[in-house]
């Protein structure tokens, strides 16, 4: 017991206080109601029940939501360790459990810092492309973000009376104010040296974000690449079709020459990745909905676009009513006037609006009619 209360007393400093812990703890929850929020909305976009009809409109829904997701989450980490820094000795307190009800509180401040590091490290981890754990990124940041939220709420509830006591109060002391001025700029400079992956007026000071949207093969960047996907041999490929098949009048099996030949449109539609990285670029191509109709389908079908790729999580990918429906949803032969690099996706690829990149399939060979 001395040594705890001994190593406490080393960790004080002026700095804090309850008032200064309230003001962080409300732009902490804050920031992880944005992320909870923006998550979702991005988990749900590529994993959507039955019954969920995502809009394709507005067409940059997803590139706002899930820029706003990563940049908010890098900005979120100075906040988070200043918070971990003003409440620390209270994490040495002792006796450590001083009753049931003291207990669960414990384990919900436990559940509430572990589950939120977790997911701030994990998280810049997977935009770094860095998998060095053996379980599934996807499963483990949805999941754990339900024990995040739940354990913040009630954190939140528990800690009311404190809030509410000190949120509107202005912080007289003037060192705690400039603390706390420090950290919202440290969250303010952490969001502009990243936002630049996605607002592209501020590119050149995106020195954080892990994609530089102007690099990569025709000047965008690339996730995986054809040699990645193993199919570097089929590009090319004399014998190369695109077959509409499934519940449609009239199957269709179309060369790459036949596709040039098609009716060609051009839009213009953002590529928005998971990593939080898009850039605005100019398709031309086919759109779905013609070729859908031409083959007899019925507007209300559901598809299933797969790729030449065999083996990759994301080697197919549903279209919904409402996005192969729109007229901006193309399977896309060129883009930004030059027939697609292999690494994008040559011969064709789907672009649609709204949707994340990874959904976006590349190197497309069926469109399954359902």
């Not at 918070?83 to 509180?105: D, I, M, N």
């Not at 974000?209 to 590009?235: D, E, F, K, W």
């Not at 099996?253 to 939080?276: F, K, M, N, W």
Request: proline share 7%.
């Amino acid at each position: 017991m001395m040594f705890i209360q001994t190593l406490s007393a080393r960790f004080t400093s002026r700095l804090r206080s309850e008032q200064v812990s309230a003001r962080l703890g409300m732009w902490l929850g804050i920031s992880f109601t944005l992320a909870f929020a923006t998550g979702l909305f991005s988990h749900f976009t590529q994993h959507p029940p039955a019954w969920l009809l995502w809009p394709s409109r507005p067409v940059n829904l997803y590139r706002v939501t899930q820029g706003l997701h990563v940049i908010g989450g890098i900005a979120t980490v100075p906040l988070l360790l200043a918070k971990l820094w003003a409440v620390y000795p209270k994490l040495w307190q002792w006796p450590p459990l001083r009753s049931v009800g003291h207990a669960a509180e414990r384990l919900f401040v436990l559940l509430l810092v572990a589950g939120a590091l977790f997911e701030l490290v994990t998280g810049l981890m997977n935009i770094a492309y860095d998998y060095a754990w053996p379980f599934g990124f996807i499963q483990a940041h949805y999941w754990t973000a339900f024990i995040v939220y739940g354990a913040l709420v009630v954190h939140v509830v528990n800690e009311w009376a404190k809030l509410r006591r000190h949120l509107w109060t202005r912080v007289q002391e003037p060192d705690r104010r400039r603390f706390l001025y420090t950290i919202a700029a440290a969250c303010g400079v952490a969001a502009l040296v990243t936002a630049g992956e996605t607002v592209a007026p501020l590119g050149r000071l995106a020195v954080l974000a892990p994609r530089n949207p102007r690099i990569g093969s025709q000047g965008v960047p690339v996730n995986r690449s054809a040699l990645a996907a193993g199919i570097t041999g089929a590009i090319g490929d004399p014998g190369y079709r695109l077959v509409v098949m499934g519940a449609v009048r009239t199957p269709l099996s179309l060369t790459y020459a036949d596709l040039v030949r098609l009716p060609q449109h051009t839009v213009s539609l953002p590529i928005s990745c998971v990593e939080g990285w898009s850039v605005e670029c100019e398709w031309t191509g086919i759109r779905l909905r013609d070729l859908i109709a031409q083959a007899g389908g019925a507007p209300e079908a559901y598809l299933t676009v797969e790729s030449l790729e065999q083996n990759g999580y994301y080697r197919s990918s549903e279209i919904r009513p409402p996005h192969w429906n729109d007229p901006l949803t193309l399977l896309a032969l060129k883009m930004n006037g030059r027939a697609l690099d292999a690494d994008h996706g040559y011969p064709v690829r789907l672009i649609a609006p709204n949707r994340p990149g990874v959904m976006q399939t590349k190197w497309v060979t069926k469109v399954r009619v359902s």
